[in-house]
C-alpha cells in the first residue's frame, strides 16, 4: 500500500481539503482590557454566517474559511477574511495577537457574564460558566480541518473491502487521528505561544509554585482542557465515540462539542450519524496563536501538521509509546520553560519521525515541497535548539511578568500592515471587476465560489443560489 500511494505519478497522499479557524479577541486600545463594543453588524446575520462568528465572548472573533485545496489557499483565504474584518473594527480596538487574553478587571468579568447576544447558544454558554469558570474558554487558538482525497479514500476502503464504506473511512481518519493526537508534544513545543497569564484570579495561577514562563498554558492540562476526571483516550475509533456518547448521556458533556481534545472528528451533529455515513473531516485543535504572522498561524506549521498527516496515513501505529502517555507527557512539555530542551529520548522520538518525513518530502508534488522541506528544515533546527521554537521568541518580549505591552504594540502594527496592503494585493487572484462583490458577499454571509474558468461568482444564501459575472449590489438580494 505505502509503495502504491508514494509513487511519484500518485498526488492522491498529498490532495485533500484544508479549513481555518481562528479566535481572536476585539480589545480596546485605550483599556486594554476586552472590548465592549458589540460585533459589527455589517458582517451579517450569526444565525448563518459561514464566515464570521463569535464564540464565547462579544468580543470573541471566530473566522472561518472555505474549504480549500491546499493549506496555502486556506491561509491565503483567512488573509482576505482578516482584512475583511479589520476593516470593520471600531476605531479603538484592534485585534489581540495573544490565544491568552488581556487583564480582566471585576467590571470586565461582570460584563462577559451578562453581554451575549447569541440567545440560541446562551443555555449552552451557562452550563460552560458553571463548569469552567470565567475564563477558560476567553483562550482563543488555531483549529485546522482537514479531510483526505476522495480517491484516498476510495483507496483505503479497497484495501479493506470486509468493511462497510462509512466504516473504512472511518478508520482511515481515526488512523490520522490517532498519530497527530500522539504526536501533540512536538506541535506544542514547536508552535505553543502562550507563556504566561494576565490574570492572577484564573484557575492557570493556582499551579505556579514558582513563577516562570512556560510553552503553552492553553494545551497544558490547566489551560483549554476538559475536567481531570474525563478521559477519552484514542485506543479506537469505537471506543472514542463510546466514551464521548457516555459522557453526553451522563451529563458531563453538553453535547459532543463539549469534548475538547486536541483532534476531533467531525461530521453532523449526531456522533451516530458519524458511525453511519463517516464522518466529514478531522478538527486539529492544538495550535496557539502565532503573533509574528499577519493571520495567527504560519504556512510552515500548517505545512509540519500536513507531513504528520500524510505520515499517520502510509505509517500508521508509528507513533512512540511513552511512559504516563502521550497526553501526560504533552503537559510535562507545555509547562516547561521555553527555552528548556526536550528529554533525550522525546528528542530520539523526533529524530526517527524526522527519517520517515524526509521520505514524504522527497515524493511531493513540485507545488508543496519548498514548503514541506522548509517546515521541515524548521523542526530538525528547533528540536535541538529550543530558543528557535515560538514560545522562546516570545518570551523575550515578557516585561514585568506580562505580554501587555507586547500584544499591544504588535496588535497595533498588525493592524497598520492589514489596512496598508492594497486591495489589489490581497484579492489579486480575483478578478478585478469581482473584487468588490467578492469582498460584499463575504461579510453579508454569502458561501461564495470563485470560478476562474468563467470569470463568475457562485453564491448562495439560504435556499437561493446566483452566478455573478459583473459587480452587484448584494443587499438587494437578502
Avoid: C
Avoid at 484592534?94 to 460584563?111: A, R
Avoid at 523575550?396 to 500584544?407: E, H, K
Wanted: glycine share 4%; proline share 5%.
Amino acid at each position: 500500500m505505502t509503495d502504491q500511494l508514494m509513487n511519484p505519478t500518485n498526488h492522491m497522499l498529498y490532495d485533500g481539503l484544508f479549513g481555518l479557524e481562528i479566535e481572536e479577541h476585539r480589545v480596546n486600545r485605550n483599556s486594554h482590557s476586552l472590548s465592549q463594543h458589540p460585533h459589527p453588524t455589517t458582517l451579517g446575520d450569526r444565525r448563518t454566517q459561514p464566515y464570521f462568528q463569535t464564540d464565547f465572548s462579544e468580543s470573541q472573533e471566530e473566522v472561518v474559511t472555505a474549504p480549500k485545496p491546499s493549506s496555502k489557499e486556506a491561509l491565503q483565504h483567512l488573509h482576505e477574511l482578516q482584512r475583511m474584518l479589520s476593516d470593520e473594527l471600531s476605531d479603538d480596538e484592534i485585534i489581540w495577537p495573544l490565544s491568552m487574553p488581556p487583564h480582566l478587571t471585576s467590571s470586565d468579568i461582570k460584563f462577559l457574564q451578562t453581554h451575549f447576544e447569541r440567545s440560541w447558544y446562551q443555555q449552552y454558554r451557562n452550563k460552560l460558566f458553571e463548569r469552567y469558570g470565567n475564563y477558560q474558554h476567553i483562550l482563543t487558538g488555531v483549529h485546522v480541518n482537514f479531510s483526505p482525497s476522495e480517491n484516498l479514500i476510495q483507496f483505503f476502503a479497497k484495501q479493506h473491502p470486509k468493511l462497510p464504506y462509512a466504516t473504512a473511512k472511518n478508520y482511515l481518519f481515526f488512523q490520522i487521528v490517532q498519530q497527530v493526537a500522539n504526536y501533540r508534544w512536538l506541535i506544542t513545543y514547536l508552535f505553543g505561544a502562550s507563556p504566561l497569564t494576565e490574570n492572577s484570579n484564573d484557575d492557570i495561577s493556582t499551579h505556579y509554585d514558582n513563577w516562570h514562563p512556560v510553552r503553552s498554558w492553553r494545551s497544558s492540562h490547566h489551560g483549554f482542557a476538559n475536567l481531570p476526571e474525563i478521559n477519552v483516550d484514542y485506543t479506537n475509533f469505537e471506543t472514542y465515540i463510546q466514551q464521548i456518547q457516555q459522557y453526553i448521556q451522563n451529563g458531563d458533556f453538553y453535547d459532543q462539542s463539549e469534548f475538547y481534545g486536541p483532534v476531533r472528528l467531525k461530521g453532523a451533529d449526531n456522533l451516530s450519524d458519524i458511525v453511519k455515513n463517516g464522518a466529514a473531516y478531522i478538527e486539529f485543535r492544538m495550535f496557539d496563536i502565532d503573533p509574528f504572522t499577519q493571520d495567527g498561524i504560519s504556512q510552515t506549521a500548517l505545512s509540519f501538521l500536513h507531513l504528520l498527516i500524510i505520515d499517520a496515513i502510509i505509517n500508521p501505529n508509528q507513533w512512540p509509546h511513552i511512559d504516563g502517555g502521550a497526553a501526560n507527557f504533552n503537559h510535562v512539555v507545555a509547562t516547561q520553560t521555553p527555552s528548556e530542551t526536550l528529554p533525550e529520548f522525546a528528542q530520539v522520538f523526533a529524530q526517527t519521525l524526522f527519517l520517515r518525513l524526509e521520505k514524504i518530502v522527497a515524493h511531493a508534488p513540485e507545488t508543496q515541497k519548498s514548503d514541506f522541506q522548509k517546515a521541515l528544515s524548521f523542526a530538525k533546527s528547533a528540536v535541538t535548539t529550543p530558543d528557535k521554537t515560538l514560545a522562546a521568541k516570545l518570551a523575550t518580549f515578557i516585561n514585568n511578568r506580562s505580554l501587555v505591552d507586547f500584544a499591544l504594540k504588535q496588535g497595533k502594527v498588525l493592524s497598520s500592515e492589514r489596512r496598508q496592503e492594497s486591495i489589489d494585493e490581497i484579492f489579486a487572484s480575483i478578478p478585478e471587476q469581482l473584487r468588490n462583490t467578492y469582498i460584499q458577499a463575504h461579510k453579508l454571509g454569502f458561501k461564495t465560489m470563485l470560478d476562474l474558468k468563467s470569470t463568475s461568482l457562485h453564491l448562495t444564501y439560504g435556499d437561493k443560489t446566483w452566478t455573478v459575472t459583473q459587480p452587484v449590489d448584494l443587499s438587494e438580494y437578502i
